[in-house]
């Protein structure tokens, strides 16, 4: 199943390290990360969940709960969050999903046969309040992702969902953002006090809303 922009996140039940969820209620009114890794007590998984564990507060901050997922078992992924605080200097605080059956990796699209048969990818899934999918990335196994990306788009769509502002190449919080085209100049006028610089007529830059 290939999941787009827009759908439904489909909903699960599964064990983890922090007892069984259901997921939707599990995300309940917060946003939600759904991050695939190939397999316990590998090199780069361990550098990426300890990283993310790192980020925990920042997640919190903009209301994400954060859940990872593998293949392994409950009693691997416990075995290996030691070794994962032990040498990333991080406890993990968010559950991570066990797999053995693939039950929901086949479900998002976390299989990929052709690069691996056995053990999922590197995906991330950034699903919204209403259980929308906003944000997918597949990385391939030997790569560690950039999970402060993950924290950047998270800014640019809360800020979309807010203030009808899209954000620019490589932009970072605080920077300046560009009006949507849907919005006329009349009504940005009303919208965006502190006004705006329009290089075109459809390239409107205004500070970042608040
Ligand atoms: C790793 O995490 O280091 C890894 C896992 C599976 C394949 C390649 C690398």
Same mark, same amino acid.
């Given at each position: 199943m290939t999941l787009r922009l827009g759908d439904t996140a489909p909903d699960f039940e599964a064990d983890t390290t922090q007892g069984h969820i259901r997921f939707h209620e599990w995300i309940g009114d917060s946003w939600g990360v759904l991050f695939s890794h190939p397999k316990d007590f590998t090199p780069v998984c361990t550098t990426e969940l300890g990283y993310m564990a790192k980020l925990g507060p920042e997640f919190a901050k903009r209301n994400v709960k954060v859940l990872g997922l593998s293949v392994d078992k409950v009693d691997n992924h416990k075995g290996w969050v030691k070794d994962i605080e032990e040498?990333?200097? $991080? =406890?993990?605080s968010y559950p991570?999903? %066990?797999d053995p059956e693939r039950k929901v990796a086949n479900l998002y699209g976390m299989m990929h046969p052709a690069h691996d048969e056995v053990y999922t990818v590197r995906t991330v899934f950034v699903i919204d309040p209403k259980k929308k999918v906003r944000l997918t990335i597949t990385y391939p196994q030997t790569t560690g992702r950039n999970f402060?990306?993950?924290l950047r788009v998270i800014d640019s769509m809360q800020l979309t969902d807010k203030? $009808?502002?899209a954000t620019p190449v490589n932009w970072k919080a605080g920077e300046d953002v560009i009006i949507v085209p849907s919005v006329s100049d009349e009504d940005a006028k009303k919208k965006f006090p502190q006004g705006?610089? %329009?290089l075109k007529p459809?390239? =409107?830059l205004t500070p970042q809303p608040k």
């Open positions: 040498t990333q200097g $991080s =406890r993990l991570i999903i %066990a402060d990306e993950i203030f $009808s502002v705006w610089k %329009a459809y390239l =409107r």
